[in-house]
């Protein structure tokens, strides 16, 4: 896998409102946040940009609203901000594609000359997938690192039931499929961006 040198690590959504179980139901993934934490670790040794994304919900029960503790970032991403050798983006937004927050994220990529960009974040099925099939549709060559993911067991249409494993499953078999994304490991992007 090859990464340039000014590939973008777009970090969706890692926040503390998530670590609320009785609002979101279970999770998957109990290994997203230390992968997480490893890709933005690789990322800003090698002073590559990352982008850190903040859902501000405007539904006033969520837990990701602002004014809410759980607005903010989870505590090791947080105390990574800012810590890195390359550029770096704050960007909030309150619907699920990164691609529609503020600032523009697509002129500030464009703008850098970056090309290749990397997701990771929460929710798998949610946020992260959005922002990854926009990524494709918008030209950029994307990789959705899915261990550096998770999500929730949801209700669907007709009390229809899929875990949190079987809609990250879903997630990685429609990315890939369909040409959106190259779903990829965590510890091999931590390579890629080593060399």
């Known amino acids: ?13 890692v ?35 990352v982008v850190f994304v903040r859902h501000d919900s405007p539904k006033p029960d969520s837990p990701l609203r602002p004014g809410y503790p759980g607005n903010a970032f989870k505590g090791y991403v947080e105390e990574r ?6 550029p770096e983006l704050l960007l909030t937004k309150t619907v699920n594609s990164a691609f529609y927050g503020t600032p523009d994220l697509g002129a500030w990529l464009d703008e850098a000359g970056i090309r290749q960009i990397v997701v990771a974040g929460i929710q798998t099925n949610m946020c992260v997938e959005t922002t990854a099939r926009m990524g494709g549709n918008l030209g950029y060559e994307v990789f959705l690192a899915l261990d550096a993911t998770y999500t929730f067991d949801a209700v669907g249409p ?9 809609l990250a499953r879903a997630t990685a078999v429609t990315l890939h499929s369909g040409g959106f994304a190259k779903v990829v490991a965590s510890a091999d992007l931590v390579a890629a961006a080593g060399k």
């Open 1 to 13: 896998m090859e990464m340039t040198q000014n590939a973008a690590l777009i970090v969706v959504d």
């Open 15 to 49: 926040q503390e409102g998530f670590e609320e179980q009785e609002y979101w139901g279970p999770r998957n993934n109990t290994g997203a946040d230390r992968n997480i934490a490893d890709l933005i670790d690789a990322w800003q040794e090698s002073g590559r940009p």
């Open 81 to 86: 901000r800012g810590k890195g050798g390359g």
């Open 158 to 166: 007709w009390g229809w039931e899929l875990g949190a494993d079987e």
